[in-house]
């Protein structure tokens, strides 16, 4: 199976964007924003993965069988996340 030919400039791009977004995290990690740090540090280091995956793991130039394999992970990693807010919220905490 032939490799998809990308472009050192897409390479580039992409490693620039990871760049910025840590150091968005980063100087977003001084700022107070009560419940919503957790929030926002996911919302990027969720954007942070999609970059990785789709250019430097080439997930944008593959079939359909690893496409479905990725949003099945997806979907798996958002039922985790909702049973683990579930459970946070249901608890009693007195």
Do not use: C
């Not at 926002?40 to 970059?51: E, F, M, N």
């Amino acid at each position: 199976m032939a490799q998809p030919a990308v472009s050192r400039k897409t390479y580039a791009y992409t490693f620039g964007g990871l760049l910025a977004l840590t150091a968005l995290t980063t100087l977003l990690g001084f700022i107070d924003m009560g419940p919503m740090n957790v929030v926002v540090a996911v919302g990027i280091a969720a954007v942070k993965a999609s970059l990785i995956a789709a250019f430097f793991m080439h997930a944008l130039y593959e079939g359909k069988l690893v496409r479905v394999a990725l949003a099945g992970g997806v979907i798996w990693f958002l039922i985790l996340v909702s049973l683990t807010i579930t459970d946070y919220i249901g608890r009693r905490w007195s």
